[in-house]
């Protein structure tokens, strides 16, 4: 092992770690000092502090918490729905020899789709009057005439929460997909021999296994989830009435339109706290209790 | 049961590819055609209207144009940043690599709008607002966590052996990363570009923000405020075309290079 001088650091980190600490480290810092100052359009951009006045704010504000109860809603039913499916997917593919490499493809198209396009594909096929989802619901007598889907709160997240699961299925099934693959096919002939049945095999060979992979699809789509904002901007633009509007469309906002960058970043700043605080549950539950009792 | 199994798989491709599908099909139809309610399912005649107007009428070229470059120009970015840090990273102790290790996990657990106003602020003060450098650089670090995992997790598949061979032979440390850790990683190097250029091809909020000229927008900044620009209906034709350009060049991607994409996306995950 080469000591690590500071030459030497400089010459193999020293490019990566002077874009990250322009373009994250202080970026995240300054939103964190921001979290402290009237800064914005009213007092003609020039910050002034104000302690914890943009906290004050934020804690009676209804808007940020109706969209902090959409977000971990949003994000709770989308990664459940999404590991369910994906998993499932996962497990039927790989119990399917051969043909898989297209089926993979088709499967992973949705994951290329850049998340805004997908937004308008659904806009379409759930419009009112030309969409297709209202055509063929018709044309099987179950609905009697068309529904405008993103004209109503509870069927605007309903379409969201679909077109998400549509878009991220893929990756979780890609990731869990993977996983599967580096299961030695021994075990489960061990497993067979010894009598075990389907759910015995699910239970004791791939589960185990296959737990480190969960954990990193499901901490991957649980922080994206939570960031959810292409989808919504595109799909709904966080209507109807205010019903959809997730914490980064409502911080996005309040820094473009009303111009107002202390308490934006105080919004920012408050999601990712809820958002460590969801992330370190999941972490106790799925992996530290297993360490605790293996 | 496993009949079922596969009719379920078959359902699961038709609901993926399905809706992109009906885009394709319907970008083809005719005007006229598109008008209708109810929407025909198949399309009555075939027309390339639609994909003319987008490329002839409006400045889809030109978004085509910004998308490319922007996002291969991150993707080089990227990998030039990531690739010396990966490497170094794979030859440290234990314990320096898994305490940065967590350190970038940190960094990619933050939603990309805590970075946006500060980074919109740089933007404007460097003179960059609608110049593509304003987005490379800052698809180019937000992607660096994930590229040198990624890569770190491949490097240290490379045998310590084949480092001590080459000290051996007089081959510095840098000379040993660029004559052979390189040329043997070119599948991972291309893997993660095709990654980092997937996600900068996607990317949404960034966009929006610091590109407003017509002539620097993305695709996807580009497509998604098509319908503003038309006050009485929304141009579904011109949408779907735009949908089919904008995801096409993914699709072959993802075809081309899943294996890969698939196996380092697992494995650079969990290294």
Known sequence: MVPLTVARAARWYGFAVTLLGLVAVYPLLRTAVLTLFDFGLVNGFRARFIGIDNFVRLYADSRFWNSLVFTLMFALVTVTLEFVIGFGLALAVHSMKGASRWIRTALAIPWTTPTAVAALVWVWLLNDQFGIVNRILTDVHLIESPIAWLGSPGLAIGALIVADVWKTVPFVFLILYSGIGTIPEELYEAMAIDGGGFWAKLRYVTWPVMRDFVFVALIFRTIQAFAVFDLVYVMTGGGPGGATESISVYAYRTYMRYLEFGYGATIIISGVAALALVSSALYVLLVRRHEYSA | ?271
């Open chain 2, 1 to 271: 049961m496993s009949t079922l199994l596969r009719l379920l798989v078959f359902a699961a491709c038709l609901v993926a590819i399905g809706p992109l599908a009906w885009h394709l099909v319907s970008s083809i139809k005719t005007s006229e055609e598109l008008n209708r309610v109810p929407p025909t399912i198949a399309p009555e005649g075939v027309s390339l209207d639609n994909y003319v107007e987008l490329f002839a009428r409006r400045p889809f070229l030109r978004y085509y144009r910004n998308s490319f470059v922007v996002a291969t120009l991150a993707a080089l970015l990227c990998l030039l940043a990531a690739a010396p840090a990966a490497f170094a990273l794979s030859r440290a102790s234990t314990r320096r690599r898994s305490s940065i290790s967590a350190g970038l996990l940190l960094m990619a657990f933050f939603p990309p709008i805590v970075y946006l106003l500060p980074l919109y602020e740089m933007v404007r003060w460097a003179d960059l607002v609608n110049h593509p450098w304003a987005l490379i650089g800052p698809y180019a670090a937000l992607n660096l966590p994930f590229a040198i995992w990624f890569l770190m997790g491949y490097f240290r598949q490379i045998p310590k052996e084949l480092g001590e061979a080459a000290a051996l032979d007089g081959l510095t440390e840098e000379g040993f990363f660029t004559r052979m850790v390189l040329p043997l990683s070119t599948e991972a190097l291309l893997a993660t570009a095709v990654l980092v250029f997937i996600f900068s091809w996607n990317e949404f909020m960034f966009a929006l923000t610091f590109m407003n000229l017509e002539t620097s927008k993305t695709l996807t900044v580009g497509l998604s405020t098509l319908s503003g620009a038309f006050s009485v209906e929304v141009p579904w034709g011109l949408i779907a075309a735009g949908i089919v350009i904008s995801s096409a060049p993914l699709i072959v991607l993802i075809a081309v290079f899943q294996k890969r994409i698939v196996a380092g996306l697992a494995a650079g995950a969990l290294k």
